[in-house]
């Protein structure tokens, strides 16, 4: 698609595109298209991304500026035209080219072995060479090209009409919207392929949704093919979806031309997509010239399945010569030349036994699904999250159903449905509680979150959460303090609470088994040294709802000591770099209540550092000593938590917002006020993650 050559070229013009212009506006937004088109090839089908989130957003505003001052300029393939309005009607049916058909299914050796042999005898041949290619599990999609344009987006629907989705198709940002298919002489091409969703972006998004009280999405697959489906494009860009085109299901030529050379074989038809600027899995298919080869290979491959981005259920076997092709045909139902090889099965059935009720550490209450041990993808499942009480009413399982049980990748396993038509009548519906399963105190739930909670804050199960996160690895610390050791501590009453973890007895301890002397001496060394823990760790684990490690490095640098936060509201703390109300209402509760602020004095009195002492002020050794920080907006290169680390390694400081205090802020994507006001303060050094990045490693 593009020479080394070329990449430097719009690599450097991408950068000089964000703070200069062309002559004139026509100059200018050609060179835009062209930078936005390399970025987006780079980022969605090479994984590659060159540019910062913002700087690409700052070239996408400049053209949408231009075009907006002259529509005269827009062409039909502007990267801008992937932001569409939004849709009123539902999808209208539309017919494919060529009837989408389906994959035959093989699930072993032999019945890859009955396959070549087949294929040998259709052929007329024995001499066939096989393309594979990862079978991707999302929802199938067809795309045509007219002209060189993207002019058709459809589902896949019965095979014979689909539904047109061609604007939520342009939202994808790996699929060109233009493509120079009329120099190969092709006036019309239609192309299948796979609409997926990122492993990782799924779990975000499942994360965020369960967050806003909503039922997380079944699967990747499942999402995917919902968002393609949904009436609004904004949304369906925002959900980030990818795309793999993996078959040429119909061309039309110029009148005269030839047919181009790579389009003889799969292989060579891929990889001319790829070059062309699609996202063929060129890179990732595997030739074999016999089926012990293809055998040996899909057996490898099932091995490192978890190793991809995306979800893949199988492999794809085809011939790759399309005239062979042609010779073998099709069937109603699948192409004879294609076959899919199955990898075991990630979904089981099991009977769903009971339902309990666990609290957490905040007092909520999730309910967990106790079902018959079943073996899905090498692990054995007989808990299951049911997230909340609109989940479990959404998909109306009852005590005594079979339940579909879903492990897709690494993403943890799940309920699918229960099989209702399994149901014999003695189904039980699941009783959500009304009381707290381990104090007995009335569950309350806010109007505006999903979940029941248990606000007893002497509940004994929240005391011992609390506990165990206290002493836990990110927080204090406290090595040996784990879960089993603070249960049977607090049993037998010995830690009754935080506070307690420094004034354990332990004289009764030695008198436990497994207690000898070294035993208690690393654990009172352990406690000793989590004294002198910095405050961030204090703050993260006192257990404040919604302050995660992030929030508490920032909240930590706000102050000179954690007392003060006595003194703050919600407005002075939503000043604070990314804490919006939820947040802040949450810290101000929290130093607002007698018991907590009672705790941190006994803390305090343990002798448990409540300072911050590198507030404002950095420290004297390494290369960034004097120097401070700030991050703000989405970091795609690295977690904020380990870029904060890099700065305090080097000796520099994070400084909670924005001031004059401040010498860098590093920007990710969607920066908003702090960016702002540090443009407005002038003496602070605006970096891009990647400016950062020099800066560390220099
Ligand atoms: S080829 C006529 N290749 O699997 C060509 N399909 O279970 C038929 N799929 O409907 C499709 N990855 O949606 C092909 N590399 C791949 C694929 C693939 C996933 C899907 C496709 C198909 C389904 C059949």
Redesign the pocket.
């Known amino acids: 698609m593009y020479s080394a050559q070329d990449e430097r070229r719009l690599f450097d013009k991408a950068k000089y595109l964000i703070d200069n212009n062309e002559n004139d506006d026509r100059t200018t937004a050609e060179q835009l298209r062209a930078v936005i088109v390399y970025a987006d090839w780079k980022y969605y089908v090479q994984n590659e991304p060159t540019l910062a989130d913002k700087e690409y957003d700052t070239l996408f505003a400049k053209l949408k500026q231009i075009e907006a001052r002259h529509p005269e300029l827009i062409t039909p393939d502007s990267p801008t035209h992937r932001v569409a309005m939004g849709l009123s009607e539902r999808f209208p049916a539309v017919s494919h080219l060529v009837p989408?058909?389906?994959?035959d299914n093989t699930y072993n050796s032999d019945d890859l072995t009955d396959w070549d042999r087949r294929c040998r005898e259709l052929a007329g041949t024995d001499n066939i060479t096989y393309c594979i290619?990862?079978?991707?599990d999302g929802a199938?999609v067809s795309i045509i090209y007219e002209n060189d344009l993207l002019t058709r987006g459809a589902t896949?629907g019965d095979g014979v009409m689909g539904e047109d989705v061609t604007v939520n198709v342009k939202q994808i940002r790996s699929i060109p919207l233009s493509a120079k298919l009329k120099e190969f002489g092709i006036r019309q091409m239609e192309i299948?392929g796979?609409i997926v969703i990122h492993k990782k972006v799924f779990e975000e998004y499942n994360k965020q949704r369960i967050a806003d009280g909503l039922a997380p999405l079944a699967n990747p697959r499942n999402a995917a093919s919902g968002t393609l489906r949904i009436l609004d494009p904004a949304e369906v860009r925002k959900r980030g979806l990818n795309a793999i085109l993996?078959?040429i299901?119909d061309y039309t030529l110029e009148q005269g031309a030839e047919r181009p050379e790579a389009l003889a074989t799969h292989f060579g038809s891929l990889t001319w997509l790829y070059d062309l600027g699609f996202p063929s899995?060129a890179k990732e298919m595997k030739v074999c010239n016999s089926i012990a080869e293809v055998i040996e290979y899909c057996a490898e491959f099932e091995g490192r399945r978890d190793d991809l981005p995306f979800e893949v259920d199988g492999l794809?076997i085809?011939v790759n010569d399309f005239a062979l092709q042609d010779r073998m045909g099709m069937t109603s139902h699948h192409?004879r030349w294609?076959v899919?090889y199955k990898f075991k099965a990630r979904q089981a059935t099991s009977k769903l036994r009971r339902v309990e009720f666990q609290v957490g550490r905040v007092g909520t209450i999730t309910p967990v699904a106790k079902i018959d041990p079943v073996h899905i993808g090498g692990v054995t499942v007989s808990s299951i999250s049911l997230f909340n009480e609109d989940v479990i009413r959404e998909k109306d399982v009852r005590i005594g159903d079979t339940v579909l049980v879903e492990r897709a990748g690494d993403v943890i396993p799940y309920i699918v449905k229960p099989l209702s038509e399994l149901r014999d009548g003695t189904e039980e519906p699941i009783v959500y509680p009304t009381t707290c399963p381990a104090c007995a105190s009335q569950l309350e739930k806010l109007p505006e979150e999903a979940a029941w909670r248990c606000i007893n804050i002497s509940c004994p199960v929240q005391v011992v959460e609390r506990i165990i996160h206290f002493a836990s690895k990110d927080a204090m610390d406290i090595r040996s303090m784990g879960n089993a050791n603070v249960q049977k501590f607090h049993d037998l009453g010995l830690l009754p609470d935080i506070p307690g973890i420094y004034h354990i007895n332990w004289d009764k301890v030695r008198t436990l088994e497994g207690f000898g002397d070294k035993s208690v001496t690393n654990l009172q060394q352990a406690i000793e040294n989590s004294k002198k823990q910095p405050l961030y760790r204090v703050i993260f684990g006192l257990g404040i709802r919604h302050v995660g490690e992030t929030t508490a490095k920032t909240l930590a640098s706000a102050v000179g000591h954690l007392t003060d936060f006595y003194e703050w509201d919600v407005e002075k703390l939503t000043t604070l770099q990314d804490i919006g109300p939820k947040v802040a209402t949450s810290v101000a509760d929290f130093f607002a209540r007698t018991e907590n602020r009672r705790m941190i004095d006994m803390l305090a009195e343990a002798g448990v550092n409540l300072a911050n002492d590198h507030k404002n002020q950095a420290t004297t050794d390494g290369a960034l000593s004097g120097k401070t920080f700030l991050f703000t907006g989405t970091l795609s290169r690295f977690k904020r938590s380990d870029a904060e680390a890099m700065v305090e390694e080097k000796g520099g400081a994070i400084l909670g917002g924005v001031s004059s205090k401040l010498n860098y802020l590093v920007v990710g994507a969607d920066a908003g006020s702090k960016l702002e006001k540090a443009k407005k303060l002038g003496t602070i050094n605006i970096l891009t993650e990647d400016e950062f990045m020099t800066l560390i490693q220099g």
């Open positions: 989408m058909l389906s994959l290619e990862p079978k991707y199938s896949r299948r796979e993996y078959h299901s899995p794809v085809k192409p294609a899919a």
